[in-house]
Each structure stands twice: as structure tokens, then as C-alpha cells.
């Protein structure tokens, strides 16, 4: 749960790949990944707290537990990974290397780079 979320977003970024500016990329791959992101997450978060309904108190606590999770979750992907991945677009685009960001990159040193050509 939540997981699949950064794999939509990053499949339809991947999927813009032709578009040359950055930011245009982001919104657009977010225009196509968001709507299916943002239904399984309420979808997600209604059946946990149609189940906090149930009598067991374990049980209710969890569904409880898991809905604010869920929400965490979704706030999380929409804000922090979609910086993240901008952040390494532009480093790539730049020839930086992975995680020493600041370090340029030659084609001879071994470290996988996408280069913008």
C-alpha cells in the first residue's frame, strides 16, 4: 500500500521523456499519474475506516492506524517524491554523479548517468 504510488508517478515521468523542459515534465506526468494515485489512496483510506467499525478493539485501532497512514502516505508522494525525482532530473541533466551530487561526471568514470543529449 503506497508503494505502487511511486511507481505510477515514475512511469509517467518516464513516459514524458520527450518533453525537453523539466518542470513541463513534472506536470505533465503528474496530470497523468496523479488521478490514478489519488483514487487508490481514498479508496484505500475508505475501506480502513469502514473497517475501524468493527467491534474488536485491535482491529479497530489498526484500520485507525492504517487510514492516517494511508493519508501520510499520499501527502508524502504528492510532495516529497515528486521533489525528489525533479532534483535527480536536473542532476542527470547536469552529468552529476548519483550520490556525491556535487561531483561532475566524465563518460570514462564508470558512474551511470543519463546524460541530456
Not at 511507481?7 to 513541463?24: G, R, T, Y
Not at 484505500?44 to 478493539?57: C, E, N, R, V, Y
Not at 510532495?79 to 532534483?87: E, G, P, S
Request: some cysteine; glycine content about 4%.
Amino acid at each position: 500500500v503506497g508503494v505502487d504510488d511511486t511507481f505510477v508517478i515514475m512511469d509517467s515521468w518516464w513516459d514524458c521523456a520527450h518533453l525537453p523542459d523539466m518542470k513541463e515534465r513534472m506536470i505533465t506526468a503528474l496530470k497523468h499519474a496523479g488521478p490514478a494515485i489519488t483514487i487508490t489512496s481514498v479508496t484505500d483510506l475508505i475501506a480502513f475506516l469502514a473497517g475501524s467499525s468493527t467491534a474488536l478493539p485491535a482491529l479497530k485501532d489498526f484500520c485507525y492506524y492504517a487510514s492516517v497512514g494511508i493519508a501520510f502516505d499520499f501527502v508524502f508522494q504528492c510532495t516529497f517524491v515528486v521533489a525528489i525525482a525533479y532534483l535527480d532530473s536536473v542532476r542527470q541533466e547536469k552529468a552529476r554523479a548519483d550520490m556525491l551530487c556535487c561531483v561532475p561526471v566524465t563518460d570514462d568514470s564508470g558512474v551511470c548517468v543519463n546524460k541530456a543529449e
